[in-house]
């Protein structure tokens, strides 16, 4: 069952420069299944963001999509079809930073909270059938294992960060990576043995540009400076 809701198209907002395509059509995908739902990989959208730019938008997770806390399941393992797939363009190398808050904190019975987690591939899956998007590795562990029904690449997806906070209603965290396309999964922890309902969470993306080479030499002529002058 399908749980992922995204409202994007009404609440987002994003810098001047970034460009967000909601209907995304990998050209160079594999299609393995001509009776697939879908023949495309299902990326909620395609963002580009090139140096200071920033996105953010609104999704419904289902529950368990980054991991089922139940001690009797993988902890290895996140529900693809209830999490959200974003494919995510950075023009320039420097700081990815994802962000992610609960809308509603406090609100319900203990056991109800939402608990958000995203992991990030490093490239962009190439296949078609989002009928096998069912598991996903949330941790860069058991990746054949998990992630093999859906990254058909020849060189599979390399795992580049997760970040979760299993016991707040935000989490936040930011990575060191080339300019590149990457592919950015979000998703709730949740224990599946207690009562859920889907929540809804606000994410950002944003894009932090490396310091040039120049103003690097300009900050130590700067350093040198107030050094001597002491």
Request: charged fraction near 15%.
């Amino acid at each position: 069952m399908k749980f992922i809701i995204i409202s994007a198209a009404l609440v987002s907002s994003a810098s001047a420069a970034v460009v967000v395509d909601y209907a995304y059509n990998n050209p160079s995908a594999v299609n393995d299944s001509p009776t697939a739902t879908s023949q495309q990989f299902r990326y909620d959208a395609f963002v580009t963001l090139g140096p200071g730019d920033s996105w953010d938008s609104l999704a419904t997770l289902g529950g368990w999509s980054y991991v089922d806390l139940d001690p009797t399941k993988n902890q290895n393992r996140g529900w693809g079809h209830a999490a959200a797939w974003f494919l995510i363009e950075l023009t320039d190398p420097g700081a990815f930073s994802v962000s992610m808050s609960w809308l509603a904190p406090a609100v319900g019975p203990l056991g109800t909270e939402g608990r958000p987690g995203f992991t990030i591939y490093s490239g962009e899956s190439v296949h078609h059938n989002t009928d096998n998007l069912h598991t996903f590795s949330n941790n860069g562990n058991d990746l054949a294992a998990l992630n093999g029904a859906w990254d058909k690449n020849s060189t599979p997806l390399s795992f580049a960060g997760t970040a979760v906070n299993f016991s707040g209603d935000a989490v936040s965290d930011a990575f060191i990576l080339p300019a590149g396309r990457y592919t950015v999964i979000l998703g709730n922890a949740h224990d599946s043995t207690t009562a859920y309902v889907d929540r809804d969470f606000n994410f950002t993306f944003a894009a932090v540009p490396e310091p040039s080479s120049a103003l690097l030499m300009t900050a130590g002529c700067l350093v040198l400076v107030s050094r001597r002058r002491r």
